[in-house]
């Protein structure tokens, strides 16, 4: 295994998917055309795959896959051993969200057998594939249908897949994910820019991954129009078929058990103690203290993937419109996938 070149690799994939997503599709190459097509096909398979959250998607990939990021990150860890063989299934729920731990076993001289999710199954085989092309050396990984033969194993699945998956690993190494949730925190002096990157926050990928929030804590006198007109930037979400069902399907139960909600006709607010929202809301309470704000975010920390507030509020947060900007030092579920690979 040569480190340097796997990393000079990654950057130079970077810089791949950088040129292709700034070219205009009549400029492209055959490969890129070919990769074009890929994206596309990945819509069809998965409708809340758009073009526009793929393209995101891999635009973040490409920002945080410097050979500075990389190697700053890779030097708190000890990554010369035996290769492990190690099982990764993988969640499908936002574009390339496995893309991490595949690098990560990787990068810690292990070899990933990935188990692709059903809902994204294009957009990483062929990552992998160019990320050997530009390493100019063979990067040991295995695409299988079933894990077996492993040494250790790191899943994501629901909390109710997740009881099945820690039972069947029960006599392995492993990492089990289940579902977690982002809540943001408003201090009440938010300026109208900074409720616009909280937008951000929000409505990115449909609100479907960890890292979305749905739970507002938001001060006593803070009135709810202010959201409203700095969420509209986002009203063509309601023009996704799939999104536009849930919130018909959830506007209607509301409705018929006669639920007090705020509605601007693509997203609901609903005051709600529950931490998770049904997807197209978004549920909210108030608060009178910074104290009655940690005591909700302790209680609920293993559900909680992330918080966003103001860093003067002192909670370890995000900044708005940060929520979906993770490093490479960011892991899911907060527990951290380099150290467990350390140990196998």
């Known amino acids: 295994m040569n480190t340097e070149k796997q990393i000079s690799g990654l950057v130079k994939l970077a810089e791949y998917i950088k040129n292709f997503l700034n070219k205009n599709p009549e400029d492209f190459n055959r490969d ?10 990945s819509q069809v398979e998965n409708l809340w795959f758009t073009q526009d959250s793929l393209r995101f998607a891999l635009n973040q990939w490409a920002e945080l896959l410097t050979e500075n990021g990389i190697k700053s990150w890779l030097s708190e860890y000890e990554i010369s051993k035996t290769p492990k063989k190690v099982g990764l299934i993988l969640a499908g729920n936002i574009p390339m969200v496995g893309f991490h731990d595949v690098m ?21 085989p062929f990552l992998l ?8 050396q ?14 250790a194993v790191i899943a994501t699945g ?3 897949t997740a009881r099945y998956l820690e039972y069947y690993f029960r006599n392995h190494l492993s990492i089990i994910r289940k579902n977690r949730t982002s809540v943001a925190v408003l201090k009440g002096d938010e300026t109208d820019g900074e409720l616009k990157l909280l937008a951000e926050d929000i409505f990115r990928y449909f609100g479907l991954g960890c890292r979305n929030v749905t739970r507002l804590l938001i001060p006593e006198d803070f009135k709810l129009d202010r959201l409203f007109e700095n969420f509209i930037e986002f009203g063509d979400i309601i023009n996704h078929n799939s999104y536009a069902n849930n919130y018909d399907y959830n506007k209607a139960i509301y409705l018929l058990n006669q639920e007090k909600f705020w509605d601007n006709n693509f997203v609901m607010l609903k005051e709600d103690d529950k931490l998770f929202s049904p997807l197209s809301v978004i549920n909210f ?26 860093p003067e509020l002192g909670l370890d947060s995000e ?7 993770p490093g490479l030092d960011t892991y899911a579920d907060n527990v951290d996938t380099m150290k467990f690979l350390e140990v196998i």
């Open 319 to 325: 900044n708005f419109g940060e929520a979906q900007n």
């Open 32 to 41: 890129e055309e070919d990769f074009n097509a890929l994206l596309k096909k």
């Open 104 to 124: 990560s076993v990787v990068l810690s001289g292990n070899i990933p057998m990935i188990k692709l999710s059903s809902k994204d199954k294009r957009i990483l």
């Open 138 to 151: 063979n990067i040991s990984y295995e695409l299988v249908e079933k894990l077996e033969n492993f040494d």
């Open 285 to 310: 309470s108030r608060y009178k203290d910074i104290a009655e704000i940690k005591s909700f975010l302790a209680e609920n920390e293993k559900d909680i993937q992330c918080v966003v507030a103001k």
């Open 158 to 160: 629901s909390n109710n």
């Open 129 to 136: 594939q160019k990320w050997q092309e530009f390493s100019d």
